[in-house]
């Protein structure tokens, strides 16, 4: 028998995100238990210190304003419409709400039970992201009119006696010394240790290094339901690969990396990779305890967004966010990780907008890669773009046709993030040219030209190109361009002589007095170049050697040194030099470019103090350093 109650409330519900995820069916038999809450104006569906409910709501009419106590007063920090989830804690925390929600006007919510929800987020991974991104996230106010633009944690949860960062960019507080198995090792010895130990997952290690996780939901998935002998050993069920991140890893990072790869437990390594032994484990309990508020409402407004304007406020309030973590001096590497996280889920956003713009879906798979500062996720100012979009082979007779819609939908691409602030590349290094928008085979013909009869003009077209980060489509693109690159590097001595000389071939930026070499021309005239006679050279040193050193997967120069200085203990205290270098130029860098509303490249020596002007003459004699290794390990006197 039909329950017009239920439809009417399942056909409400299919419009909004996360049941836009599920199929109508299961809508209604979800409605079939809802209950429907009428709210007075400033009445109080929940406050802070409430034990949670068994419900969530989703506000059907009306709006529900959330508030927190701060110094004894009552701060709204975000309102909920029509559409809008909220009361998700019950989900993820057993303690007590958090804050108020109350509502603003008359209201309707729905009310869903969680025991009954509880089934589809586990069998739908979009509903689980969706849920714990939600809940994760907070929002600026945007009725706040004396701090508009502003953070909420600045304009509440801080204050600059109590607090000097965000706390969002601190470091997540999580177990160190994480108890570890080996995949030999029986389930059954495994859960008792994690049972006594009172621990909910244990990391699978082969000689130290982490292959594995084993997690309560391994055991309840597999073992509990008979899927599994209790006897079986641990390479069995581990879920694997493990996600690794660095130590000293931000509670945004964290957040980001588990939404981003839809898991609950982070390892944390030395160096953020596997190839180095485990030394911490974050969980989601982590990240609730340590949860304030941070840029994970930027991703929730980002993957929302239906226009190009409402991209541009994401990345508008990104440039507020980078310009606030700069005045409190939060680190750069925490600065620049948030950021890239937010300018790649805008270029996502930006694709998926264009594929529904285009007539017809894509005729066949394609990934679409940034290069440049994008590629190497650095990009913290408004700079131009550089990306290329690579797309499977195909017959022949289709190539044109394949070829043509994809730098179509490139176009559109494009013509949106410059809508949102990015430049287009002056050179036109970018998806919707034709010589950058090819199969995966061309692709992988160009890179060999590149690497196998490389010239100066080609090296200096083509290092960009050594930068790059797969942003949208199939991971085997990634996959197989970055083994074709690597095979025809190894050992390519030809090729790494033109690298590194292009890496040499602007030496340390001071004069034979110690004095800065100011640009002359016009425009510029008594100018720093800083982009180019000091963050490049340390760009391009940072990308020969990783190369040269099979190095795969890590692009960022910051984490390039980092790297090589684990793999090279003769050359480590160079390599971290480096890498601190970098950082401190790219705040400089930053700095201006947010005073200036400039890409930052010069900086104006004048306005600079005694002390700014020492840091930065210390960057340089690490650049001379780098060099003259370079020099030295590809025997580049005899080509320069």
């Known amino acids: ?44 569906l929940f406050k802070v210190g409430d034990a949670t409910h068994s419900d969530f709501y989703v506000v059907a009419n009306g709006a529900i304003g959330l508030s927190v106590i701060s110094d004894a007063e009552e701060f709204l920090i975000d309102k909920c419409d029509e559409g809008d989830i909220l009361g998700l804690r019950p989900f993820f925390a057993k303690n007590n709400y958090l804050m108020t929600a109350k509502a603003r006007e008359e209201s309707i919510v729905y009310a869903i039970p969680i025991a009954v929800f509880q089934p589809y987020v586990a ?36 204050d600059e006696q109590s607090a000097t960062d965000i706390q969002y960019f601190q470091p997540i507080k999580y177990t160190k010394n994480p108890i570890t198995a ?139 966010l980078i310009q606030n973590s700069i005045d409190k001096n939060i680190p750069i590497t925490h600065i620049t990780s948030v950021a890239a996280e937010i300018n790649i889920a805008l270029t996502k956003r930006a694709i998926d907008l264009a594929i529904e713009k285009m007539e017809t879906p894509p005729p066949t798979r394609f990934a679409w890669f940034n290069l440049g500062s994008q590629g190497r996720k650095e990009q913290l100012l408004l700079t131009d773009v550089d990306n290329i979009l690579i797309f499977e082979d195909v017959e022949a007779e289709r190539y044109d046709d394949v070829k043509q ?78 083994e074709s690159i690597f095979n025809s590097t190894d050992n390519n001595q030809l090729f790494y002589a033109f690298l590194g000389t292009n890496a040499i071939k602007k030496p340390a930026p001071l004069g034979f007095f110690r004095q800065f070499l100011l640009e002359q021309d016009e425009e510029h005239k008594d100018a720093f170049d800083i982009k180019n006679r000091a963050i490049m050279p340390l760009v391009d040193a940072a990308r020969v050697l990783t190369i040269s050193r099979g190095i795969k997967g890590i692009t960022n120069t910051y984490q390039r040194f980092k790297k090589l200085a684990d793999m090279e203990e003769q050359n480590s205290d160079l390599y971290l030099e480096c890498a601190e270098a970098f950082n401190t130029l790219t705040w400089f860098r930053t700095d201006e470019g947010l005073q200036n ?23 340089f004699q690490p650049i001379n350093d780098i060099q003259d290794l370079i020099k030295n390990r590809f025997q580049l006197t005899y080509f320069t």
């Not at 028998?1 to 009417?8: D, L, S, V």
């Not at 419009?15 to 109508?24: A, D, I």
């Not at 714990?132 to 009119?145: C, I, V």
């Open 1 to 44: 028998m039909k329950n017009p109650i239920a439809e009417r409330i399942a056909d409400f519900l299919k419009h909004y995100p996360p049941f836009t995820s599920l199929t109508y069916q299961e809508l209604v038999a979800i409605s079939e238990h809802i209950s429907v809450k009428y709210l007075e104006k400033h009445q109080i």
């Open 123 to 158: 069998n739908n991974t979009n509903v689980q992201n969706f849920l714990l991104e939600s809940f994760a996230s907070n929002t600026r106010n945007p009725y706040d009119k004396d701090h508009r633009g502003k953070l909420i944690s600045e304009n509440i949860i801080f």
């Open 182 to 320: 080996s995949s030999s090792d029986i389930i059954k010895h495994i859960a008792q240790t994690m049972s006594n130990s009172r621990i909910g997952s244990v990391i699978i290690h082969d000689n130290q290094l982490p292959i594995g996780i084993i997690t309560d939901k391994d055991l309840r998935s597999k073992i509990a339901t008979g899927l599994f002998s209790i006897d079986t050993t641990a390479d069995k069920i581990m879920s694997s690969p493990v996600i690794t991140v660095p130590e000293n890893i931000s509670i945004a990072e964290a957040q980001m990396m588990m939404l981003k790869h839809n898991v609950g437990h982070l390892c944390v390594t030395r160096d953020g990779t596997e190839k180095s032994p485990a030394t911490g484990i974050i969980t989601e309990h982590d990240i609730v305890a340590a949860q304030a508020n941070n840029p994970g409402i930027l991703l929730k407004l980002t993957r929302r967004a239906t226009r190009s304007k409402e991209l541009k406020a994401v990345r508008d309030k990104l440039t507020d």
């Open 597 to 619: 509303n400039s890409n930052g490249g010069y900086i104006n020596m004048q306005e600079l103090s005694k002390v700014d002007k020492v840091k930065l003459k210390n960057c």
């Open 405 to 482: 819609y994809f730098l179509q939908l490139a176009d559109k691409v494009i013509e949106t993030l410059e809508k949102i602030g990015y430049e287009p590349c002056p050179q036109g290094l970018m998806a919707n040219n034709e010589l950058w928008c090819k199969s995966l085979t061309d692709w992988i013909k160009q890179y060999n030209t590149w690497i196998n009869t490389p010239g100066e003009k080609g090296i200096n077209l083509s290092t960009i190109f050594f930068d790059y980060d797969l942003i949208y489509g199939d991971v085997s693109f990634e996959n197989s361009l970055t």
